[in-house]
């Protein structure tokens, strides 16, 4: 299997990465937008090419693994390179899944690919853990929990702010929530029952550093809601100790069966990774495989991982694995 | 969708209760091998019907579900009822998976309906952990683990000592072997140091403690490689204290990526259920639905979970799911 890299960020190294683990597939190409030249690889012997001379290798690609960003990346390029190859995309702005599935879709159809889009760790295998345990336990209630990791979003939230010279944001979620949740109560949780929000902060040079953190903790929909820890550090120790890509969390769905709804049962899915990006990216490779089969089975369109079977991600046949994961 | 229960045992009753939670599922009859008088359901106005008649019933049932055991019931009647219906069973024989598949697949592609094996939790929604952990983490080492619960095998072979009244085994798993596990260091874990087997034992009148006790932890397979903890007790508190069908588990892979394999990853599932045959039959009810659609498609023949895409399994649609699971 032939896979191209589209962007050669975090995610793109990532796929990098995970190309080796799979000895069925192989690097043929790193597209970017930069200038070529300057873009080292990791792995010898694979091209790095110009986005726009993307073209020139239909044919050449079965399935295109798309590493740009959600927010104004993967909204075009999916939808154009979902004409040219088969693709596979990690867009996790949740609220537009449906718009994004609409136009891929489009694009997929029309050209006879595979695109398979918001394929990662939430979206994707939270959202088969939610969907399994929906449709098992259609009685029950739903929680996620993200953390601990770092959050992008608050962390940039966090920079924006007066005063602050560089800032990390984790999402940590609390143990008594995650408790109550498994002992099968169905407990109401409150925004800030589930998760707490603990920052580290450099100051600019003269900052006043109770501004500061009053600015932060009182920052709505950011931080006002929850409990917030804001620690100051030095530049030095935030490069250094706070460098990491850990994340993980839980997906967790209580519910009850009976004729008197005497019974409850708890279904955890939960992840502790040492790197999203890593994570993400082996995420992306399987489903990449999936793509590519399910194309050369005459298949197109749109997909989401709730359209797959199982056996698609993996390297081993059905016989292999009915005698040894069932 | 029409559904049969084929068997009116703890399985039989738990599909019951599952169809009154799926609103799009509705029980049409109970098939059952004694005579059908003495069979009392709780769901008013539907039929209790000989097995023997069962065939009067093809075109009336759109999918039936097998609560019979793996033993001696399942082999021979998955195929003989694929020949006549749409068919979920709960085969759990890990070993004979591949033979039962191979008989089941050859009955459903004659008739066209499709057959569902080996569904429930471990096989079933265990074997999808293990599935997908895998392929997304090719670099890795699986572990399951087993309760708290009941094991018929293990309790049936307690009975078998002489002297021995009537016995309930618990398998319990070893937290500090979860917890090495969860620590990513890939422990090689002993049998011993995974499960601790805990008995519950009532003696015949006469009977001598400690020779039980000693005949059942010295017991080749079932007890000699464990630490065994043998509880003796009065029939009386056996009966009411030790008459639960909780039972659960946890599947976890640990794997690295990175490029140095620097990384390392736990993708953890794990179940805690107040009622084993309850929650099996709500997965088993699940795959009725996923069976029925397969089939409505053109679909035929055997399938495993690892078949079948998560969307067929849900009553939402493809719209809704991506809109409120992805």
Redesign the interface.
């Known amino acids: 299997m032939k896979i191209g890299i589209l962007g050669y960020g975090n995610l793109g190294r ?1 796929v990098e ?2 190309i ?3 000895p069925d597939t192989e690097l043929v190409a790193v597209f970017t937008r930069r200038d070529p030249a300057k873009v080292k690889i ?1 792995t010898p012997n694979v091209p790095v090419v110009h986005v726009d001379d993307a073209k020139n290798w239909v044919g050449k690609i079965d399935v295109m693994i798309l590493c740009g960003g959600s927010a104004t990346d993967l909204p075009t390029q999916t939808p154009e390179y979902a004409k040219m190859f088969n693709v596979v995309d990690s867009f996790d702005t ?1 609220a537009k ?2 718009e994004h ?1 609409a136009n891929v879709d489009a694009a997929a159809k029309s050209s006879g690919h595979v695109a398979v889009i ?1 394929v990662g760790w939430d ?1 994707g ?1 939270f ?6 345990a ?6 029950g209630k739903d929680y996620t929990f993200w953390g601990k990791g770092v959050s992008q979003g608050h962390s940039d939230a966090i920079r924006r702010v007066k005063g602050v010279k560089n800032a990390k944001q984790y999402t940590v979620p609390i143990d008594s929530a995650l408790d109550a949740v ?1 002992s ?1 109560k169905n407990p109401e949780l409150t925004t800030r029952q589930k998760h707490l929000r603990e920052c580290y902060v450099v100051l600019e040079e003269g900052a006043d550093a109770a501004e500061v953190e009053n600015a932060i903790k009182t920052m709505p929909n950011y931080f006002a809601d929850y409990d917030t820890v804001v620690n100051f550090i030095s530049e030095e120790e935030l490069l250094t100790k706070h460098a990491g890509l850990a994340h993980g969390g839980f997906v967790i769905r209580s519910g009850k ?3 008197d709804k ?14 999203n990006p ?2 993400t990216t ?2 992306l490779v ?1 489903y990449a ?1 999936a793509a590519y089969r399910l194309n050369k089975e005459g298949n197109n369109g749109c997909k ?8 698609y ?4 046949d ?2 292999e ?3 040894h ?2």
């Open positions: 990532g990465c995970a080796k683990e799979n990791q949740h899944i449906p599935f918001s979206p295998l959202s088969l853990a939610r969907a399994y929906n449709a098992i336990l259609p009685d498994r099968g069966t009976g004729m005497e019974n409850s049962h708890i279904i955890e899915f939960n992840l502790k990774l040492d790197s890593e994570f082996s995420v399987a495989r989401t991982v709730f359209d797959i079977a199982p056996a991600l993996s390297a081993q059905g016989a694995l009915r005698a994961m069932l």
